[in-house]
């Protein structure tokens, strides 16, 4: 195993050459830079801008608005906020610094030519009220990614609009809910087993139906006797998540869609792991009737980082035409018709509505489309088996260290899941994931799936070389020995970064929301 | 008072039509610090198996499910300031909510203590 800085970089430290810990008189410690809050630096009379003096101004016209008093907010200069921000930014990690293991995420590289691509004036600088035919390009864009999504998932139709992977499903759930109640047969149950992404439940509550829970046999996937045991004429459908939260495949799914569509109900897929199947599997071909696809996540636009993201939902033949406004229509000449409220009743009369105030995200379209078409359908279908292969390299070079309790049943998808099952008594997954810390690593997703004691979910994406992924795994099974070995260093970690551990449950408790007391 | 378990670790301690429900101590070792209790309304109607009462816990937020059917009659105030009584008394001063039992033959199918202990030996 690779150690840590082979390259050696680092001149090794003799035991006790240097002390450990040398005061500063800025605080500093050479590169590692202290930063106060802008209240601190800041100052109410200081400003990054002159302004002309105010001419006189009827404040009168603002009536009982008009401010009594200056705002108490702190003025600084533009290099003032560009260091703050700065030496912030290199207090925290980030994909561009290293492996960020975190399961159910998918932190990938992105590739620099989609953000050339997304930056484009004709992509970047269009406004959404510009006429169509003056920003026919973008729409084809637009129309093109369509067409690739409904292509890669063997689906009919695509709603492009939604803006991020829980508002994907709950426009999923709503085409339900409009195709049920088209045949006047409304519902009001949806299933929802154990191994789904935790937001599904939260969708379908918020669309107005009941949830009940499906639990998972111990393999890690859908008890499909249960399932088919709760179907019948009041379960609106399922929500199932493919592959599931514990990085396996739910190979029964076309089971499970023929036995929910013989009672008259509709299935949900969950796509936030598409990036383990594209290429290789059409959730069409197992009975999906929605899905939404994580642009920002299988198609490589920037996760993790606040937004924006984007969540195209592709949709079956039965409900594809309860999708929602607006969508782009290719005419007979070539040119790209935006379908609104005014011309619905003439090609798309059943849309439940509308979710976004215009198209979507722009940003994410052009990411994604440029994603796709530098990849190509064989590099498409690389991207997947390159995901499951890392994730399975880790899952079998950490598996006689860690726990993997799915790990004996067979291969993963995109991502390892691990156990606290060994460590030392009074170790916790808390304390191996501060250890990363120290190692230089983002811990990965810990305490996620429930369904597994202390669960440590690693997703090492395709991106990751060999000898990145061998280094991680390096640091991996060193903390996993001293955890099993019970090393008391480990339950106080980390001791490198900027700041030792936090109290996190004082933080949740007891948070402090300002600066000072007033 | 007798006092009956569920296999999602709810406590219910029953005397006469009225009962007292928590969290086991299993439970509160098992999510760690509780940093947030959500009580259900009082007069609330809770049938037996509902999500009554969310635990949030620097792990997780995990349901508390209504052991029996009946209607709530009193919530646990003090776990608004002081949410980690459920860590130090579980079974004790970090109840969640009282409430009147529309079924008392629903206690039936619940485990004694006894049962409980041998039930979360197995886990």
């Known amino acids: 195993m690779n150690e840590i800085n082979p390259s050696g970089w680092r001149p090794a430290l003799g035991a006790g050459s240097v002390p450990r810990e040398i005061e500063t008189f800025t605080g500093n410690r050479a590169l590692q830079l202290e930063e106060a809050l802008l209240f601190e630096i800041g100052a109410a009379d200081r400003s990054g801008v002159d302004f002309d003096d105010v001419p006189d101004f009827d404040l009168s016209a603002l009536g009982p608005n008009a401010r009594k008093a200056a705002p108490d907010l702190p003025g600084l200069s533009e290099p003032e906020t560009v260091r703050h921000y700065t030496r912030l930014s290199r207090q925290n990690y980030a994909i561009d610094l290293g492996v960020f293991p975190l399961g159910s995420c998918t932190m990938k590289h992105n590739p620099r030519l989609d953000e050339k691509v997304a930056r484009m004036p004709g992509f970047a600088d269009v406004h959404p009220l510009q006429p169509v035919q003056t920003v026919q390009g973008a729409l084809s864009a637009i129309n093109e990614l369509a067409v690739w999504l409904v292509k890669l998932t063997g689906m009919h139709g695509v709603a492009m609009t939604p803006k991020a992977g829980a508002h994907g499903e709950l426009c999923g759930l709503l085409c339900i809910r409009a195709a049920l109640e088209a045949k006047g047969d409304p519902r009001e149950v949806i299933l929802v087993p154990e191994s789904a992404h935790g937001t599904n439940p939260a969708t379908a509550a918020f669309a107005g139906y009941r949830v009940e829970n499906i639990p998972a046999t111990a393999d890690g996937r859908v008890d499909v006797a249960a399932l088919t045991a709760r179907l019948g004429p009041d379960v609106a459908g399922v929500m199932i998540t493919n592959p599931n939260t514990c990085g396996l495949f739910e190979r029964d799914l076309k089971v499970i869609a023929d036995a929910v569509h013989a009672v008259g109900g509709y299935v949900y897929c969950d796509g936030a792991n598409f990036n383990a199947i594209v290429g290789r599997v059409r959730p069409g071909d197992l009975g999906v009737d929605a899905m939404h696809i994580n642009l920002h996540k299988t198609f490589s636009t920037p996760h993790g980082g606040g937004g924006p993201g984007s969540g195209p939902v592709v949709l079956s033949e039965a409900l594809a035409p309860f999708g929602p406004l607006p969508f782009t229509s290719r005419q007979a000449d070539g040119s790209i018709k935006l379908i609104e409220e005014e011309d619905a009743h003439l090609e798309h009369p059943q849309a439940f509505g509308r979710l976004c105030a215009f198209h979507g995200q722009m940003g994410m379209y052009t990411r994604a489309l440029a994603y796709i078409l530098s990849h190509g359908a064989d590099g498409l279908r690389q991207v997947s088996g390159d995901a499951v292969l890392n994730a399975n390299y880790v899952l079998r070079s950490l598996d006689d260290v860690l726990d993997a309790p799915f790990g004996p049943a067979g291969h993963c998808m995109h991502e390892a899941l691990f156990s606290d099952d060994g460590f030392a008594d009074g170790f916790s997954t808390l304390d191996l994931a501060k250890g990363l810390i120290d190692e230089g690593y983002h811990p990965m997703t810990v305490y996620f799936p429930l369904v597994v004691h202390g669960a440590m979910l690693i997703e090492p994406t395709e991106t990751e070389s060999k000898a990145g992924l061998d280094q991680f795994i390096g640091a991996m099974r060193s903390l996993a020995e001293r955890a099993v070995a019970g090393d008391e260093m480990l339950k106080s970690a980390p001791h490198l970064a900027p700041r030792r551990r936090l109290d996190e449950t004082l933080a949740a408790r007891k948070p402090k929301l300002v600066y000072k007391d007033a | ?123």
Request: aromatic share 8%.
């Open chain 2, 1 to 123: 008072m007798t006092r009956y378990f569920t296999k999602d670790h709810e406590w219910i301690a029953v005397e006469g039509s009225e009962a007292t429900v928590g969290i086991t101590h299993y439970a509160q070792s098992q999510l760690g610090d509780i940093t947030f209790v959500e009580v259900p309304a009082i007069h609330a109607t809770v049938g037996k198996g509902d999500s009554a009462s969310v635990v949030d816990s620097v792990k997780a937020a995990s349901d508390v499910y209504a052991p029996v059917s009946g209607t709530v009659t009193a919530v646990n105030a003090a776990l608004e300031d002081q949410p980690e009584l459920v860590n130090s008394e579980a079974e004790g001063e970090g109840w969640l909510w009282k409430m009147t039992l529309s079924d008392p033959a629903e206690l039936a199918g619940l485990m004694d203590e006894a049962a409980y202990q041998t039930f979360v030996a197995e886990l």
